[in-house]
DNA sequence: CCTTTATCCTATAGAATTAATAGGAATTTG
DNA sequence: CAAATTCCTATTAATTCTATAGGATAAAGG
């Protein structure tokens, strides 16, 4: 399960991709995506600091795609808000942590498994990318 | 991610599919995954509840799996601790719920998605059987 | 029957994470 | 200068996670 946050992130950049190249402040964006002003504030400066979207300041600010929409991946979206989207540390490439509790990983199966489970993910979330949630639905 | 919970419930669950139909107590479990003692007596009785092992009570006691080591997957077992596999309720088929914020879901891209992404992730962890982590490595 | 070894049950508690909100400083436009 | 907006730092309430504690209940074996 990815959090509210992840999720907020996702619409917010598919909103701005979907209005691509224009000024599109927290305010707009909070509405058309029914999204918590405040809690969205957070999110933007996050991406921002990510250099996910560009920002401007003042009357008539808001913010921008700081890249085209299919050079950003969901993946790389959801792994920025909510971490690795592997089920299990020891199974994550970008997040890898030992788990102290198996003896030897190259043996463990539950391991095994999860590592093709991140793969299957994988395989949809870096695959789809904001280019490809803005042409989709509404 | 899911939580240590599930990870030492499927643990547990494999010890339990390599030593077939032998009594095994939670501390002869514990030892073998290390997974810390109380904890695992919580989650052992609730596998028991949920009809995955079967125990037995005083000296010589201890739990047995309560099927045949194929008729259970991870897929199972995740969902009995963790809840549903999907990234996001709107995507889920055993745990569905309405996202609030997104106004028709039929025409939602992240929902779309996620659907997609729970489907790859059921195509690992719901044809995984214990039988399978079972006769993987140690 | 008594001891040992288990499961079983209920409660508790600290830590971490999540989901926001608050309040105001800094900046830009007109 | 006024209005709109981003930016920054804190704070909070709720929830979830990860266990541990302590004892009641039951079975086996001598
Ligand atoms: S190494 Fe991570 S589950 Fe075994
Ligand atoms: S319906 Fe759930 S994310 Fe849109």
Do not use: W
């Amino acid at each position: 399960m990815i959090t509210n946050k992840a999720k907020y992130a996702l619409k917010a950049l598919t909103i701005l991709a979907r209005h691509s190249k224009q000024q599109f402040s927290a305010q707009q964006i909070a509405e058309e995506g029914n999204i918590p002003h405040k809690f969205l504030e957070t999110i933007l400066s996050e991406l921002k600091n990510r250099k996910l979207v560009v920002s401007r300041r003042g009357s008539s600010g808001g913010y921008v795609l700081a890249k085209d929409p299919d050079e950003i991946t969901a993946g790389d979206v959801i792994r920025m808000m909510d971490g690795p989207i592997a089920p299990l540390l020891c199974a994550s490439p970008t997040g890898y942590r030992r788990c102290e509790d198996c003896e030897d990983e190259e043996l463990c199966a539950i391991r095994k498994m999860m590592m093709d489970s991140r793969k299957a993910l994988s395989s949809v979330l870096d695959k789809r990318t904001l280019k490809d949630l803005a042409k989709f639905g509404r």
